[in-house]
DNA sequence: TACTCTATTTAGATTAAATCTAAATTTAGA
DNA sequence: TCTAAATTTAGATTTAATCTAAATAGAGTA
C-alpha cells in the first residue's frame, strides 16, 4: 500500500535493468516496509493480502533475480531458511540460534574486497551466532 | 582408515564431553581427512565403506552435536547444503556460485567478538561469494 | 553373569525450503 | 492486430534435514 516504497522499489528495478513488473515491484516495496528480514516464504504470505495471486514462484524468482543484480542482499544463518534484506550498506548480521531473530550489525573497518587470492569477490557476508539480548535472561 | 585423525578424533570428543563412539569417531575423523569442506551428506556417502551401517541421521546428529559443542564449524553458504569445517582457528571462506567449490581464507583483524550489541556470541562466519579463480577464466 | 537404565544408532518416513514444469498471461515491436 | 519474447502462475517435484520408533550398545549394581 505505500505508495513511496512502490516508486523507489521500481527505480531501483529500472536501474538494475530490471523489468519492473507490478509483482516485482510489490516484492521489492514489501521487502522495504519490512524492518526484519523476512524469508521468501515470510514475504510470500505477507504479500498475499495486496497481490491476491502472487505464486510462491514469483517471489523466490524475483528475489533471487535481485540478489544476483546486487539490488538486494542474501543471509544464509543456521536457521533453515534464506532471509533477504533491502540494505545495501555493508553490515553485518546477528542471528539468534533460539528465537531464530536476525539483527543489523554495524561493521567496522568495512574494507569492501574486490579480489581475494585471485577469487572475484561479488559480496560479503559476516554473520555473528549465538543468543540475543532478549533470550540470554 | 587413518588411525591417527581417529585418535585426534577420540581425544577432541572426551575433551568435549561427547562419549566417543565409533561411530562418532568415523563421522569428526573422516571430516579431518577431507580437505575440502563437505556436507553432511558428502560426509555420510564416503563414510559408506567404512561403516557401511552408518546412518544418515548419526552424521547428522554428530556434526550438529559437535557446532553445538564447539569442536567443528558449520558453513552457510548460497549453496543448498550445509557445509562443515574441522579447522577451529578463525577463518573465512569463499564460495564460488558457479562450481560452489569453498576455499578457505585467511582473516585479518581476527577480533573475536564475544559480545555484540547486548548480544552473546557464539562463533561468527565470514563467507564471500563470487568466482573463484578458475572459473573466472 | 544377570539385570536394569540410559545413551546411541538405525532405517525409513516425514517435513519443508526451494526449484521445476508446462500452460497462461502480459509486454513490446513490427 | 499479429507475433515473439518475457513474465507469471499453480501445482508437482526435488532434496537437505529432521523425526520416529525400534534395535543395539554401554554403564552401573548386585
Avoid: W
Amino acid at each position: 500500500m505505500n505508495k513511496a516504497a512502490q516508486l523507489e522499489a521500481s527505480e531501483l528495478l529500472k536501474n538494475a535493468d530490471v523489468y519492473p513488473s507490478y509483482q516485482r515491484i510489490m516484492v521489492l516495496a514489501s521487502l522495504f516496509e519490512s524492518d526484519e528480514h523476512p524469508s521468501a516464504d515470510a514475504l510470500f504470505k505477507q504479500l498475499g493480502s495486496n497481490v491476491p495471486t502472487i505464486s510462491r514462484a514469483t517471489v523466490y524468482n524475483t528475489l533471487n533475480l535481485l540478489v544476483d543484480k546486487g539490488v538486494i542482499r542474501s543471509l544464509h544463518t543456521a536457521g533453515a531458511e534464506t532471509h533477504f534484506d533491502s540494505v545495501s550498506e555493508t553490515h553485518g548480521h546477528f542471528f539468534c540460534r533460539k528465537c531464530k531473530k536476525i539483527y543489523d550489525i554495524p561493521q567496522q573497518n568495512t574494507e569492501v574486497k574486490h579480489e581475494l587470492d585471485g577469487h572475484l569477490v561479488e559480496s560479503q557476508e559476516l554473520v555473528f551466532t549465538g543468543l540475543c539480548k532478549e533470550c540470554r535472561e
